[in-house]
């Protein structure tokens, strides 16, 4: 039979192993394409490195592998699962039988994996699931698994399809029951592996597993599973192996932070996907939902999702903020700052340039701060900034590496046009080094010194030239760079001082800001927002994003600095939460409601996920794959998503994206029109996806809105309906009033046909 595993990760290679030694066809759908080179001619996969891959088994980065297979394994991770089932939907066949291998639930939605695959691929699906090991399935360790169906025939096919001598499938008719019991152990693990890093003992962690159950049961049987489900593999069995293993992620995990080690970090180090934090967070709001104790599962989505410290600002950064009157004083300039930071006497654009050089005295600050703790070395001379691409030897194979690196180089060097941004996306595709990956491989500013040796004799050869590449290889791996270019360093010397006479010399204080400030006028007084914006709408709902600008809100305060400087995060957020909501729903008043602010500027990107339960909609992704983007955005779905230095912008951003099927291209709403604008003066609404790409760090995609009408135009009903975005909205048409015209003369007048 042919049989698609659709996940490469450690558990999705394990069960495509052992569908493929029991006799099946095998291919196996990754997302990291760019490892099917490597899998292929290694027979490794770096996600399960102990395990050989038959020579037979086939890989493949097409979801059109699928086609044909009368078994579709579906083991992509919980968070990314909606996705990756709308990619894949389209090429499963009629006949072929559905099997979910995820353990989790969807944040937001609270949904079971399986009811997430049924909905995006409408097949009956089959879970697979119970106490196993990636490893130990991929060595042929025994293994009790259980294929959950009400469908007893499709649990029969499954069970028939992985049994082995090794591998001993189970049938049940509860896979609510089984699904829950598989993703809920997730938690009590995590919590777990905290008491091992706090060094509690053995009757802790017995008393922990033994409560955990309880709650696990109590979860699921009011939401309708059988108690005895959780007495069997997928509850007690995969508890007590989740719990006790050092295979367990979600215990290596949660041994981590137990140690005094952030959440971030923690899983980080794990290096693969922690289900157990995506099921806390999940759980806690089905808890809640359902009306059930849980307060094993409580206190850990405390501990994983506790507000962050970083939000508030230290001493020291206060410290400095506090002292930028004095500054001014002591040049003469009284409380000239104060007014500009407030916006009361600038005008607008001026003030965007004035909080620039703060930021720049800012900057100037940290800098200081850092030399002074011993963190950083004072720069003298000249910088390089540059992109690399690392490339790290399997099994101490050097050779090889060098090779590969070599033709990566090679295959960059033959395209029609070598410039910044395609080799950044060539170190996205393909560099090891997970600190510059996202952001194209990118290291800006650097002193000679503060690389390896070998790297430093080629970054700082005074021959060196902008757009140059070469491999290097030190002892961290292989190198491919590309050499951006060399910079003086900046003189150090009171620049803050410097910054601040330079903004009262530039800036004339007769302008009354606050008078054109969005919600007060000279003659009128209050103004709202949508007034404003929109004088002439006819409409309550909101049919298009509104552009909010950060340079209209000076006043409002994100963390450190004003929302003008780095609130481009929380002002694209009440861009589209008003557009998704139908309510004015403004910057400031979501600064307030969420802060999320980062350390030391701009804006935590938890704040997407965080908001949207709340705000009444649904993040599907949180990952970075533009291969589904315009599939998702071709169904509908709205995006947003973060970017890294590039063609918006010399730091990170915010953007709202939409697709422009008619020549594939995109549009954007951009919180900062003035940053890509200085960079790009002659740019138009039709980017390319190229644009987006070498810097995308992060990606969201949402459900389309729906948006709530008053009352059908037709019969009256005023219970309030509910119609996709652009379907007969002005005229308020209900479904049934829309059924009974469709077969009428005053159906085709009314459309317009």
């Not at 990760?9 to 006799?23: S, Y």
């Not at 601040?500 to 800001?513: H, Q, T």
């Not at 409601?593 to 701009?602: A, D, I, K, S, T």
Request: hydrophobic share 40%; charged share 25%; glycine share 10%.
């Amino acid at each position: 039979m042919k049989v698609s595993v659709v996940g490469s990760g450690a558990w999705g290679t394990a069960l495509a192993i052992r569908l493929h030694k029991n006799g099946h066809d095998v291919t196996m759908w990754t997302f990291e394409t760019n490892l099917i080179e490597e899998m292929e001619t290694t027979r490794r996969n770096p996600r399960l490195p102990g395990a050989v891959l038959p020579e037979g088994l086939k890989i493949s980065g097409d979801y059109a592998c699928v086609r044909g297979s009368g078994l579709v394994v579906i083991a992509s991770p919980s968070f990314p699962m909606r996705s990756v089932c709308r990619g894949v939907a389209p090429y499963i066949d009629e006949s072929a039988v559905v099997v979910s291998v995820t353990k989790g639930i969807e944040d937001g939605t609270c949904k079971r994996m399986s009811e997430i695959v049924a909905e995006e691929t409408g097949k009956k699906v089959v879970v697979l699931c119970g106490p196993s090991h990636a490893e130990e399935v991929s060595l042929d360790i025994p293994t009790g698994l259980l294929a959950a169906c009400e469908d007893q025939a499709l649990a029969e096919f499954v069970q028939d399809a992985f049994m082995a001598e090794q591998l001993r499938v189970y049938t049940s008719a509860d896979p609510k029951g089984a699904e829950l019991g598989a993703a809920l152990k997730n938690v009590i693990a995590l919590c777990a592996g905290i008491c091992d890093g706090l060094g509690f003992g053995d009757n802790t962690k017995a008393m922990l597993m033994t409560r955990g159950l309880t709650e696990m049961a109590r979860l699921g049987v009011a939401m309708g599973a059988s108690k005895d489900t959780f007495t069997g593999l997928t509850g007690v069995g995969d508890l007590i192996v989740t719990c006790t293993s050092m295979h367990s992620r979600n215990r290596r995990a949660g041994i981590l932070i137990g140690q005094g080690k952030d959440v971030q970090t923690a899983m980080k180090e794990v290096g693969a996907v922690v289900e157990g934090y995506y099921a806390a967070k999940s759980a806690w709001q089905l808890a809640q939902k359902m009306g059930v104790e849980m307060p094993i599962t409580e206190a850990a989505y405390k501990v994983l999702y506790g507000k962050d410290p970083g939000y508030k600002l230290n001493d020291l950064n206060k410290a400095f903020i506090d002292s930028i009157p004095d500054m001014l004083t002591e040049l003469g300039g009284a409380d000239a700052l104060a007014k500009a930071l407030g916006g009361s006497t600038v005008a607008g654009y001026d003030l965007q340039t004035v909080a620039e050089l703060v930021n720049e005295a800012y900057a100037y600050f940290i800098w200081a701060r850092k030399q002074a703790m011993g963190e950083e070395e004072a720069v003298e001379g000249s910088t390089v900034t540059f992109h690399h691409v690392l490339l790290i030897p399997e099994e101490g194979d050097w050779e090889a590496c060098e090779a590969k690196a070599k033709t990566l180089l090679d295959e960059y060097l033959k395209q029609k046009k070598v410039d910044e941004p395609r080799f950044a996306v060539v170190a996205n595709q393909n560099s090891r080094d997970e600190g510059s990956r996202l952001n194209g491989g990118l290291y800006e500013y650097v002193a000679q010194g503060q690389m390896n040796e070998a790297l430093d004799a080629w970054l700082f050869d005074a021959a060196r030239t902008p757009g140059e590449t070469g491999i290097v290889r030190s002892d961290l791996g292989v190198h491919i760079l590309y050499f951006r270019g060399r910079e003086e360093a900046p003189d150090r010397s009171d620049l803050s001082g410097r910054v601040m006479k330079k903004a009262l010399e530039r800036f004339p204080l007769d302008v009354n800001y606050g008078a054109i400030y969005l919600e007060k006028t000279p003659d009128e007084g209050a103004v709202t927002i949508k007034e404003l914006l929109y004088p002439d709408i006819a409409h309550e709902y909101i049919t298009d994003y509104p552009l909010y600008l950060q340079q209209d809100f000076p006043e409002t305060m994100y963390g450190n600095f004003p929302l003008i400087t780095y609130g481009c995060g929380i002002t694209t957020l009440a861009m589209f939460a008003s557009y998704m909501t139908d309510e004015w729903l403004t910057p400031p008043e979501l600064a307030g409601r969420y802060g999320h602010y980062c350390f030391y500027n701009g804006t935590d990107a938890t704040l997407i996920t965080d908001s949207a339960p709340e705000l009444g909609y649904f993040v599907h992704n949180r990952f970075f794959d533009w291969r589904i983007a315009p599939a998702d955005m071709d169904a509908g779905y709205e995006a947003m998503c973060l970017q890294h230095r590039g063609y918006f912008t010399r730091g990170g951003h915010y953007l709202i994206l939409r697709y422009q099927y008619e020549d594939d291209t995109l549009s954007i709403r951009d919180s900062n029109i003035y940053n890509y604008g200085k960079l790009h003066p002659h740019a138009d609404d039709h980017f390319k996806w190229t644009h987006v790409t070498p810097a995308g760090a992060m990606y969201w995609t949402f459900e389309p809105k729906i948006t709530r009408i008053p009352a059908c135009w037709r019969c009256g009903d005023e219970t309030g309906l509910a119609a996709p975005e652009g379907l007969l909205l002005s005229d308020y048409t209900c479904s049934k009033c829309l059924d009974a015209m469709a077969r009428t003369e005053d159906f085709l007048n009314y459309t317009g046909y």
